[in-house]
T-cell receptor, first 112, second 112 residues
């Protein structure tokens, strides 16, 4: 257990529905990252926050995706109008600036 | 839990032997590298890191070697144990920890 928690661990939804995932980082960490991982692939960067500011977004993050970290602590990742191609593991990681990222257990999303 | 990396390259080693996992990274400007271990249904777990001003770093039973000339990273595991069976990813980044780019992964299988 790295200290990063994610909720829920599993989510099954129907195409077109909205889903929201939560990440609670290690409490002292000021950076928080979201990644997506599909079977047989390494994690792909989506976005990251330093405190409450969203500093970088990947082009993978379409306009159906939005992430927030309102108080610089926990973060949410919302996917609107889900598509079957959104099925993946969504990973959260946290770190200090310029330090190693520690990953949570992930949320596995299945879109039917 | 769901398997990670169903179609990844696989390295099979006998228990007690040494393992060497290789990674070719993509960006010659990358300055920080991490090896992660991922077990089925779990998030990536930090193993060891190395900065670009070093060519070797040792941890407990693990050694990372960095060859910047050919953009190659390797992870050596001494006296491989059944608990080492997992998928191993290398990750690279610029500026010591912003957007990490993960390699494709290698599955390590430890034979009794």
């Amino acid at each position: 257990d790295t200290g990063v928690s994610q909720d829920p661990r599993h989510k099954i939804t129907k195409r077109g529905q909205n889903v929201t995932f939560r990440c609670d980082p290690i409490s002292e960490h000021n950076r928080l990252y979201w990644y997506r991982q599909t079977l047989g692939q390494g994690p792909e960067f989506l976005t990251y926050f330093q405190n409450e500011a969203q500093l970088e977004k990947s082009r993978l993050l379409s306009d159906r995706f939005s992430a927030e970290r309102p108080k610089g602590s926990f973060s949410t990742l919302e996917i609107q109008r889900t598509e079957q191609g959104d099925s993946a593991m969504y990973l959260c990681a946290s770190s200090f600036v310029l330090e190693t990222q520690y990953f949570g257990p992930g949320t596995r999303l299945l879109v039917l | 839990g769901e398997s990670v990396g169903l179609h990844l390259p696989t390295l099979s080693v006998q228990e007690g032997d040494n393992s060497i996992i290789n990674c070719a990274y993509s960006n010659s400007a990358s300055d920080y590298f991490i090896w992660y271990k991922q077990e089925s249904g779990k998030g990536p777990q930090f193993i060891i890191d190395i900065r670009s001003n070093m060519d070797k770093r040792q941890g407990q039973r693990v050694t990372v070697l960095l060859n910047k000339t050919v953009k190659h990273l390797s992870l050596q595991i001494a006296a491989t144990q059944p608990g080492d069976s997992a998928v191993y990813f290398c990750a690279e980044t610029l500026n010591y920890g912003q957007n990490f780019v993960f390699g494709p992964g290698t599955r390590l299988s430890v034979l009794p």
